[in-house]
C-alpha cells in the first residue's frame, strides 16, 4: 500500500526553491561553527544538578574559589527556576524532586536565605513531594556527604564486590559502563564515609518519614558495620588502583560527569590530596567541561565533539559539499586521528578482539562505542579518508555485536535484571542492551559497505523488525525519542534492500500520524514513561528533520514531506540556525537528558540537502 506520505511526487517547486535557498543560508551557518581545528562541539545543556553538584564538590575538597565558583553557578541556577518555585530535568518538564533539593541546597551554599520567596515556592514543593526523603539515592548521598543526611539513610555499595570475578551475576562489569564507573567511585565513598559541613541545616526540607529500606540494604549495613578487616583493605586499594587506572587524559572519568566527581570524592578520601597528579588533572579537566558566560557559569555534563563532528560531514556532504572540501578534509583528518587503539573495558568480555573504533569525546579512549564508530566511519568513507582506521573500526564494531543481534552502545550482552533490583539503582539506565537507534546505524553503515547480506548484518536486521512497535515505531535510546528511533531506522532498512517490507510502511503510517498541524514534528520526552506521549510534543527543527530523513529514505514525497519541509524553511533564523531550547537528547530514558545544541543546526541540513538534492 502507498500511503500518502510514501508517496513519491514531489514537493512544489516554489517551495523546493525556498527549500534550497534555506539549505544555503544553513550550510554557511554551519560551516562557521566549525573550530579551525577541523572539529564541531555544540554546546551540550542538562539540568541544574550538574552545577549544584559542582558547587558540592569543591565545597568538600575545598578547592581555591569555591566560594565565587558557588556564586556563579548560583546565577544560572536561578534562572533555571520554574515559576511555581521547582526545578525540571529539561526545558518545559514538570519540576522535579530530587533536582529541586539540589538546586535549594547549592543556592543554601551560595548565601540564599530560606526565607526568600523563591527559597520558600521550591521547600514547599519539596515537602509537598514527599521531602528529602524521597529523593533519589545519589542526592541523599551527596547530602550525606554534606553532613544534611546520615550515611546510614543510603545504600550500600560494598567495595568488595570489586574482587568479583567478571563472570559473576553482580560484578562490576554487569552494569554499563557509565554505571560501572560510578559504583567503583562509590564503593569507595560509602565505605569511608567522607564529609564537610556547610553551616546549616535543612528542616524545611524534610518530612520526619522515614525511607524504606531495602531487606539487601538491611543485610549490607549490617556487615558494612563489621566487615572483614583484611578482605575490605583488600578491596579498598583494588578499588582504588581500578579508578585510578581509568583515569582519561583530560583528566575524567569516561568524559562524563557522574564518574567524574565521585571518583574524585573517593580518591580524596583515600587520602589524595589536590595536588596529588590525579587530583590535579582532574580539577583541571573540569575547567574545560565548565561555561562561563553572561548567562552564569554552568558545567557540560559531557561533550560530544567526534559524534557532533561526525554528524556534521556527513550532512555537509548530504548538502552538495565535496570530499575534497576545505572543511571537509579538516574535519576527516581531525576524525582520523581520534581512532581508539587501546583497550577499554569492553576487552573483558570480547578479549580477543583488535582494538579500533571512535568515542564521543575528547579524550575517552576508555569507552570507544558502537554508535559513534559507525556514524563515524561513514563519515569518512563518505569523505574518502582513513581507510585503515575504517577497517579497524569495522571489526571492532562487528566483534561488538551481542548474542540477539543487536548492538548496545559501549558492551556486548550487556543485558542483566539483576542488577537493576539493587537497592541503589533508581536512577538511569544501569546496563547497556541493543538499541534500535544504534543497531540501525551500524546496519546503515554495513549496508553502504556492501555488507547487508553478510550475517552480522542478517542477524542485525532480523532484531530490528522484531524490535519494532506495534503502532510502527521504533524506541529511540539515545535521542527523543520514537521519532529519533523511527527517523533511524527507516534509511537502515530501505538501505539494507527492505524498502518494500511492511514494517517500512507501517513506519511511515506512524510518522503521518503524529505529524503537528503546522507541519513539524516534536515528542515530549515524558515519552519514556507515559507511551500516550509517544510522538506527541511541540515542533523542533531537530526531530522535524528525524523525520523528514526517513521519509525521505522510504520515498517520501507528498503533503507530509511538504509540510515538515515548509516547516524548515519557515522557522530557519536570520543567521541560517534554528531555535531549540527543547531538549531532544537522551542520557537515562526517564532521567536525565541533554540538549545538543548542534543539533538544531546539523539534522536540518542534512534533511534539506537529501530533499532538495534528491
Known amino acids: 500500500m502507498v500511503t500518502e506520505a510514501s508517496s513519491s511526487s514531489p514537493a512544489s517547486p516554489r517551495l523546493l526553491d525556498a527549500a534550497r535557498e534555506t539549505l544555503a543560508r544553513a550550510t554557511d551557518h554551519l560551516l562557521s561553527l566549525q573550530h579551525p581545528e577541523g572539529w564541531w562541539k555544540g ?9 549544584a553538584e559542582d558547587v558540592f564538590l569543591r565545597r568538600y575538597l575545598g578547592t581555591p574559589g569555591a566560594a565565587e565558583a558557588a556564586r556563579r553557578s548560583a546565577e544560572w541556577i536561578r534562572s533555571r527556576q520554574r515559576p511555581d518555585g521547582t526545578w525540571a530535568t529539561y526545558f518545559g518538564g514538570p519540576g522535579d524532586l530530587s533536582t529541586t533539593v539540589e538546586a535549594y541546597v547549592a543556592l543554601r551554599i551560595a548565601g540564599d536565605p530560606p526565607e526568600a520567596a523563591h527559597m520558600r515556592r521550591a521547600a514547599a514543593f519539596v515537602r509537598e513531594a514527599g521531602g528529602v526523603e524521597a529523593s533519589r539515592v545519589f542526592t541523599r548521598m551527596w547530602l550525606s556527604l554534606l553532613s544534611l543526611w546520615s550515611w546510614d539513610d543510603v545504600p550500600v555499595l560494598p567495595p568488595e564486590q570489586i574482587l568479583l570475578p567478571p563472570a559473576a551475576p553482580l560484578s562490576i562489569y554487569a552494569f554499563g559502563c557509565w554505571a560501572r564507573q560510578t559504583i567503583v567511585a562509590l564503593q569507595i565513598v560509602t565505605a569511608l564515609r567522607p564529609r564537610t559541613t556547610v553551616g546549616f541545616d535543612i528542616p524545611e526540607l524534610v518530612t520526619g518519614r522515614r525511607p524504606r529500606v531495602h531487606p539487601v540494604d538491611r543485610v549490607l549495613h549490617a556487615y558494612a558495620r563489621r566487615p572483614i578487616p583484611a578482605l575490605r583493605r583488600r578491596a579498598l586499594a583494588a578499588a582504588e588502583r581500578w579508578v585510578v587506572e581509568r583515569q582519561e587524559r583530560d583528566g575524567s572519568w569516561g568524559g562524563i560527569q557522574p564518574p567524574w566527581v565521585w571518583s574524585m570524592i573517593a580518591l580524596h578520601a583515600r587520602g ?45 556532504l548530504d548538502a552538495g559539499l565535496a570530499p575534497d572540501h576545505p572543511a571537509v578534509a579538516r574535519a576527516a583528518e581531525w576524525l582520523v586521528g581520534r581512532e581508539v587503539r587501546v583497550r577499554g573495558d569492553w576487552a573483558v568480555r570480547k578479549p580477543g578482539l583488535a582494538p579500533g573504533g571512535f568515542p564521543f569525546e575528547f579524550a575517552n579512549d576508555n569507552y570507544p562505542d558502537v554508535d559513534d564508530t559507525a556514524v563515524v566511519v561513514l563519515a569518512l568513507r563518505r569523505a574518502g579518508a582513513g581507510a585503515d582506521a575504517c577497517e579497524r573500526g569495522i571489526e571492532w564494531m562487528l566483534g561488538m555485536q551481542s548474542g540477539d543481534g543487536g548492538w548496545g552502545a559501549f558492551d556486548v550482552d550487556n543485558t542483566s535484571e539483576l542488577v537493576k533490583r539493587l537497592p541503589f539503582c533508581d536512577f538511569g539506565a544501569v546496563t547497556d542492551p541493543p538499541s534500535a537507534d544504534v543497531t540501525a546505524h551500524v546496519l546503515e553503515l554495513l549496508a553502504h559497505e556492501g555488507r547487508a547480506g ?29 521519532v529519533y528511533g523511527t527517523g533511524a531506522v527507516l534509511p537502515a532498512l530501505v538501505a ?4 518494500r517490507h511492511e514494517s517500512v510502511a507501517r513506519a511511515v503510517d506512524w510518522l503521518a500520524s503524529v505529524q503537528n498541524p503546522g507541519g513539524g514534528f516534536g515528542e515530549d520526552l515524558r515519552s519514556y514513561r507515559e507511551p500516550s506521549w509517544r510522538g506527541r510534543g511541540v515542533s523542533t527543527a531537530s526531530q522535524t528533520s528525524w523525520a523528514l530523513i526517513g521519509l525521505h529514505a522510504a520515498g517520501g514525497g ?4 511538504e509540510r515538515a519541509l515548509r516547516f524548515l524553511v519557515e522557522t530557519q533564523l536570520p543567521s541560517g540556525g534554528w531555535d531549540e531550547p527543547y531538549y531532544t537528547g537522551t542520557g537515562f530514558p526517564g532521567d536525565f537528558y541533554l540538549n545538543y545544541h548542534l543539533y538544531r543546526d546539523v539534522f536540518p541540513v542534512m ?8
Open 558 to 561: 507528498g503533503p507530509v514531506t
Open 454 to 482: 553478510e550475517r552480522a548484518a542478517q542477524r542485525g536486521l532480523r532484531w530490528l523488525l522484531r524490535e519494532q512497535e506495534r503502532d510502527g515505531s521504533w524506541f529511540g535510546r539515545w535521542g527523543a525519542n520514537h
Open 272 to 316: 589524595y590530596g589536590l595536588d596529588h597528579p590525579v587530583m590535579a588533572r582532574a580539577l583541571a579537566g573540569l575547567d574545560g567541561f565548565t561555561i562561563d558566560d553572561d548567562e552564569g557559569r554552568r558545567v557540560e555534563a559531557c561533550q560530544s565533539p567526534v559524534w557532533d563532528t561526525a554528524l556534521a560531514v556527513i550532512a555537509l
Open 607 to 614: 534533511a534539506l540537502g537529501r530533499i532538495v538534492r534528491g
Open 43 to 51: 554546546e551540550l545543556e542538562t539540568n541544574v544538578t550538574i552545577d
Open 496 to 499: 539494507c534492500g527492505l524498502g
